[in-house]
């Protein structure tokens, strides 16, 4: 292996080839020296070690001729090893490239900690042994891909359908797809998974975390894995275990080809990325990178005791995005997985975490100002969960355009009141309509809220139909772990049952939950599986279970078969009515030729709902009227939008309710959903229908149809 290295050139970071050889390039701040070590296999020490020759600014760089595509490398970073001054540098320990565009690695866990583990001076402990062989490594990669003629479908925000999935869990048990691509990045794209994203009508799928991963250690000590992926080591690179291609590199053609193949469907795909927190977590964790590379740069350390981390995440660490080397690596990192991988957006985990100033979160913070300028990113899909664990973290409502935000309130209102709590009308109005309450103050419409009920963390849809408090006992965490208040009902039996009111009125719950969903405006997202009734068995935070507990059965029986026909005929409602899919939030008026206002909001007596009964704790039924000939919208030649009057019926209350039908002169409704009768056709009700009743927990979708009169016979 050649010992040969040139000067090089400092940008860009990380190891890129070209024709002759490849350069490297690696930040840091606090670094002496850099020494590239080289390797023929993951797990045998190195095959050669050179020093990187040149330093420019704070960057390391070196050339090294003759290199190719599928070499395997790491860093030795020497330095200062002072924890109490933040100061992590060791030498003996193999450092993983933060730009490293594959990892390959044996999956040996043995010395990637910095000190000796064990010693009574803890992370004081200064260790020397070497664990360049077990350590992981990064892949030489190359960008060569056939696109052809990929392209983005950028479908607008008003016609989006999020799908919440994991890579592995989609596919993994599918016994439609071959054996040896279940659970993989070609699993996902095989003609049987895309064809059933396709019939939900599903426009985006949103990927649970990606990016390499390192699975904690206390987690692998209970015999487990992070499977949710929220332990990021590589940020740049797709995770190796979701390749069906075992060779070194070979995951980034196969993420390619997935996208490639779900653009073709007209599918979008959107990341769940990581940059609040790294894998290495607190003072304690191992030093795979990061920490060993820059570790004052890359992390928020405390100021009065700087051996120890900002912890704003509860994961142990806090990317320290101030730091422009660390807002690159994020900026960076986004870039090239738009640009190279062709990705059409992002959902950002614990997003106030990367605006943290001090214990306050920067509105316009450099990561905001940063990602709104940049011209290729700012016009990607850009979703914030907008909470962390810190000081004022909960931050709903905050982010400006073009950001979309997870509603988390929509979520509480819906389930508290498909459950019959009480004193929740005036909430799930607003919830119902795009939350204006939450989003016009940053001047955005409804489709800033990503309206979801259930996702990956937490109850799926079913589960909260069948459990009252969490299971979580296989977690190996005595049941401490997980949501405590997941607002769901057991409807009187903890667990499944077979007894039949039971089973009918948590299935009637179900249906309640995924129409809401699909009439509320808004941008909806569904978790995989609850199309057809997956459970988790109670478990709540299954995190760390890579099995049957988390991967979707597709063996469904014939309730799920009948779930799965319901979803899809209640989700088809967004692209059937334009008035489920407004840009600007109502008006409550009426157009110069229209016979409605674009929202009414009824009693069931059909008067129109008063403020005593927006405040009554006892109003558990309530119906709005979208008129179809009022909705204010223009498309894009400016013309107005008319469409169908819609009539959303909603009954919470233990006893059934009559709702009086209006504008019985305009025409006859036709019913179109009913959650309490899930496989009724749909029917024209007759002209002397004054009334619908709903029997408790149940909801129902009427359309206003004008229906000609028969032609008079001639005498």
């Known amino acids: 292996m050649s010992s040969v290295i040139w000067p090089g050139r400092p940008d860009p970071l990380g190891a890129n080839a070209d024709d002759d050889g490849v350069n490297f390039a690696l930040f840091s701040e606090t670094a002496t020296r850099v020494f590239l070590c080289l390797f023929d296999a993951p797990h045998r020490p190195p095959g050669a070690t050179i020093e990187l020759p040149e330093r420019t600014g704070r960057i390391f760089h070196g050339y090294v001729p003759g290199l190719r595509p599928g070499q395997l490398y790491g860093y030795r970073v020497d330095g200062p090893y002072e924890p109490p001054a933040g100061l992590r540098h060791n030498p003996h320990k193999l450092m993983l490239d933060p730009y490293a565009r594959a990892v390959a690695w044996s999956g040996n866990a043995a010395e990637l900690y910095a000190y000796r583990v064990g010693d009574p001076a803890g992370d004081l402990a200064f260790d020397r042994e070497d664990n360049a062989a077990d350590a992981p490594k990064g892949v030489v990669a190359s960008d060569a891909f056939e696109w052809g003629d990929d392209r983005r479908p950028q479908t607008p925000w008003t016609e989006t359908l999020i799908y919440e999935l994991h890579v592995k869990g989609m596919s993994r048990l599918h016994p439609q797809v071959a054996p040896n691509l279940r659970g993989t990045y070609a699993g996902l794209a095989s003609p049987p998974v895309i ?66 193949a779900l653009h073709a469907a007209g599918i979008e795909v959107i990341l769940d990325v990581v940059f609040n927190h790294s894998c290495e977590g607190g003072q304690g964790g191992p030093t795979l990178s990061l920490r060993g590379i820059d570790n004052r740069a890359y992390y928020l350390l405390d100021p009065g005791a700087p051996r120890y981390y900002t912890d704003f995440t509860g994961c142990g660490n806090t990317l320290n995005l101030r730091h ?83 509603n988390g309130r929509y979520r509480d209102a819906v389930r508290r009141y498909w459950r019959g709590d009480l004193g929740l009308a005036g909430e799930l109005g607003y919830r119902l309509t795009g939350s204006s309450d939450l989003f016009a103050a940053t001047d955005r419409g409804p489709t800033a809220s990503v309206n979801y009920v259930a996702c990956h963390d937490g109850f799926t849809l079913a589960d909260l139909t069948t459990y009252s408090v969490k299971h979580n006992h296989a977690n190996g965490e005595d049941n401490r772990d ?52 997956r459970t988790q068995r109670g478990n709540n935070n299954a995190y760390c279970q890579d099995n049957p507990t988390s991967w979707l059965s597709w063996e469904t029986g014939p309730e799920g078969q009948a779930m799965l026909a319901f979803t899809r005929r209640a989700l088809a409602l967004r692209s059937r009515f334009a008035v489920l899919r407004r840009s600007r939030f109502f008006s409550g008026t009426s157009g110069p030729h229209s016979h409605l206002r674009d929202i009414s909001w009824l009693r069931p007596d059909g008067r129109a709902m008063g403020h005593g009964d927006w405040v009554s704790p006892s109003t558990r039924a309530l119906a709005l009227l979208l008129g179809g000939d009022a909705t204010g919208l223009r498309d894009e030649r400016g013309e107005p939008v008319s469409d169908a009057t819609l009539l959303v019926l909603l009954n919470a209350d233990e006893v059934p309710t009559s709702f009086a039908l209006p504008c019985r002169d305009m025409g006859r409704w036709q019913r179109v959903v009913d959650t309490a009768s899930p496989t009724a056709e749909e029917e024209i009700l007759p002209a002397s229908t004054e009334s619908h009743e709903l029997p408790p927990a149940a909801m129902a979708v009427l359309m206003l149809v004008r229906v000609e009169a028969p032609p008079q016979r001639a005498s």
């Open 324 to 406: 422009a080397q660390t807002l690159k690596l994020v900026l960076d990192s986004l870039r090239y997985w738009a640009e190279h991988m062709h990705v059409d957006g992002f959902r950002f985990d614990l997003a106030p975490a990367l605006s943290r100033r001090g214990a306050d979160v920067d509105r316009h913070s450099p990561f905001l100002a940063a990602i709104g300028q940049d011209p290729l990113l700012s016009r990607l899909k850009l979703i914030a969960e907008p909470w962390d664990v810190g000081p004022h973290g909960y931050q709903l409502g905050g982010s400006p355009h073009p950001w979309v935000e997870w």
């Open 482 to 533: 997980g949501n405590n208040h997941e607002h769901s009902s057991n409807w009187g039996v903890e667990g499944p049952s077979e007894e039949p009111r039971l089973a009918a009125v948590r299935a009637r719950t179900v249906r309640n939950f995924l129409t809401t969903l699909a009439v509320s405006q808004g941008v909806p997202m569904l978790g995989a599986g609850d199309e057809f009734g």
């Open 195 to 260: 064809e059933h994203l396709k019939s939900l009508g599903v426009t985006t799928v949103e990927l649970l975390p990606v990016h390499e991963i390192y699975d904690e250690p206390e987690v692998r000590r209970r015999g487990l894995v992070n499977y949710w992926g929220y332990s990021t080591l590589g940020f740049f690179a797709p995770a190796a275990r979701y390749a069906a291609d075992p060779r070194p590199g070979g995951q980034i053609a196969e993420f390619k080809a997935m996208v490639k």
